[in-house]
């Protein structure tokens, strides 16, 4: 036996270990109904060999990776943060990822923004990671889409999405995203980084506070990347951690960031847990 196919034998005897375990776990169903096959016999031998390094984590396993493959991920921006966001969702193998981003590629973005490539320089930022994001993992559905999310047209984007990334760098689209994921029930991911400190944070609608029940209005002088910089490195930690949250959101591994957002000093190499509560009065998910 090869050496592949005796790991392979290995991850699909551990897989199908793991989904035992969780069904022995799981509380006994009411009706005795014929049970569902084992998640890890759902797994190609590609998908096991691909995905090794996270269907052997005990949180993981064929349950998640089955979780992941069947969701579809909308992110809102391809750039700093987008990118690592776009990057690690493809890898883990989420199902469907769509791409949403308005430019171009720009010379100053290449420092930081890892999907795109000198030569990219002028093509749509959407279409030069989809085009990487194809390379990188083929199995997943990848929709780039060279438009903005605006108030208008939020509901009409977010139509069939399990989860929304947001990756934009400007309130008034990250009000735009946290009212339409209120109103559509998708869960969201936030988060924003600036020089070297950043912010994320989960919201479940009308179960935990949403973006604007933390910050109801924007800084009225609220500085840019354009103006004020953003090192490479820092945008990927919190694009990393923008991910991870997508991840724990997708498939319940872990607990999400929520009622609340994650503080991070990498100046000081802090990184503090700053809890919020829902406001009844939020115009977003008051009503929820
Ligand atoms: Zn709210």
């Avoid at 998640?39 to 979780?67: F, H, K, M, N, T």
């Avoid at 930690?237 to 990498?266: C, H, N, R, Y």
């Amino acid at each position: 036996m090869s050496d592949g196919a005796s790991r392979r034998g290995f991850f699909r005897d551990l897989a199908a270990a793991v989904a035992s375990t969780r069904d022995a776990m799981a509380p006994e169903p009411a009706a005795a109904e014929p049970p569902p096959a084992p998640a890890a016999a759902q797994l190609s031998d590609a998908e096991i060999e691909r995905y090794a390094r996270q269907l052997v984590l005990p949180e993981w396993g064929a349950a998640a990776q089955l979780a992941i493959s069947e969701a579809n991920v909308l992110v809102v921006g391809v750039g700093a943060l987008g990118t690592p966001v776009a990057a690690y969702l493809a890898g883990a193998g989420v199902g469907r990822l769509g791409l949403l981003d308005p430019d171009d590629v720009e010379l100053s973005n290449l420092h930081r923004q890892l999907l795109h490539f000198t030569p990219d320089v002028g093509v749509p930022k959407a279409e030069s990671a989809a085009a990487k994001l194809r390379f990188l993992n083929p199995d997943v559905v990848v929709e780039p889409y060279q438009v903005r999310l605006e108030e208008e047209n939020a509901a009409a984007l977010l139509e069939g999405q399990d989860l929304v990334v947001d990756c934009s760098d400007s309130f008034a689209t990250r009000y735009a995203v946290n009212a339409a994921c209120c109103a559509a029930g998708v869960r969201l991911v936030e988060a924003g980084v600036l020089g070297l400190s950043g912010m994320v944070m989960s919201i479940k609608p009308g179960r935990t506070a949403c973006y604007r029940c933390v910050f109801p209005v924007a800084p009225a002088d609220a500085p840019r990347c354009a103006d004020a910089g953003v090192l490479g490195p820092a945008a990927g930690v919190i694009g990393s951690l923008q991910a991870l949250e997508a991840m724990k959101l997708v498939t319940g591994v872990a607990p999400a960031v929520a009622d609340g957002f994650l503080q991070v000093d990498l100046a000081s190499a802090e990184f503090t847990r700053v809890h919020a509560s829902r406001r009844a009065d939020c115009p977003d998910c008051g009503t929820l």
